[in-house]
């Protein structure tokens, strides 16, 4: 697993899984899936992803965790405020808790997850932002979902598809110039590269353009961004890279001081 790197307080834990079981623990998928896929609905055996979740779990166990919040993620920009004494699987593409033990998931293959805490250690998010969410405001309202100012927050960007790898076209700048809060038109066009002799085609910068809305917002303290989920194929699952694949999680937890 990779633990972010970031000053967050002692009481926050903040990691990645990889699509390899941790030390100590066998992955049960196969295939295009092995071995640690966590997600749901890419056609993994159900059996199988019940059990790297188990593991994942009881990995965890130590570190205070008492359950784990998953999302039916959607694109979408649906905060949910999730509690410990409370069993549900939302329509969500980000959650937010101040419980402890309480941690929250979210699952990729190359889109951005973004863990928020804040300096007290009193509250945590964990945000799935697709090019879609993040553009949409995934982002800026797992932020206003705080109960404490933007300044007393900070983020991790955990790992993500790489500017190098990541082609879009026009309607995505368009759809970022139109729709993005925060960053000025100027900002967001630097935030895509033009692909020499392919009119309409850039390479995007996910972790940039999450940087400058974050930035925009209040939250000055910003960490991660260093992986490419596309490139290490012996670390991530990646989508664009094989579209038959599993989903690394992207977790974050409060545990007891």
Known sequence: MIHAAWPAPDNVI??????????????????????????QHVNDKPLAVAANRAALFHQ??????RRIQWLNQTHGTVVYRSRADVQALPDADAAITTDIGQALAVLTA???PVLLCDRLGRQVA???A????????????????????????MAWLGPAISPQHFEVGEEVLQAFESQFTGPDSAAIRAA??????????????LYQ???LQLKSLGVDAIYGGEYCTVADDDLFYSYRRQPQCGRQASIILLRDN
């Open 14 to 39: 903040a990691l990645t899984t990889t699509r390899h079981a941790p030390a100590g623990t066998i992955g049960a998928s196969e295939g295009a899936y092995a071995d640690f896929n966590l997600a």
């Open 60 to 65: 965890l166990q130590p570190q205070g965790l």
């Open 110 to 112: 190359d889109c951005l």
């Open 126 to 128: 964990a945000v799935h």
């Open 130 to 153: 697709g090019w879609r969410g993040l553009c949409s405001g995934v982002v800026a309202n797992a932020v206003a979902a705080f109960d404490r100012p933007a300044q007393q927050l």
């Open 192 to 205: 895509f590269a033009p692909i020499a002799g392919h009119s309409g085609k850039y390479l995007a910068d």
């Open 209 to 211: 353009l999450a940087r």
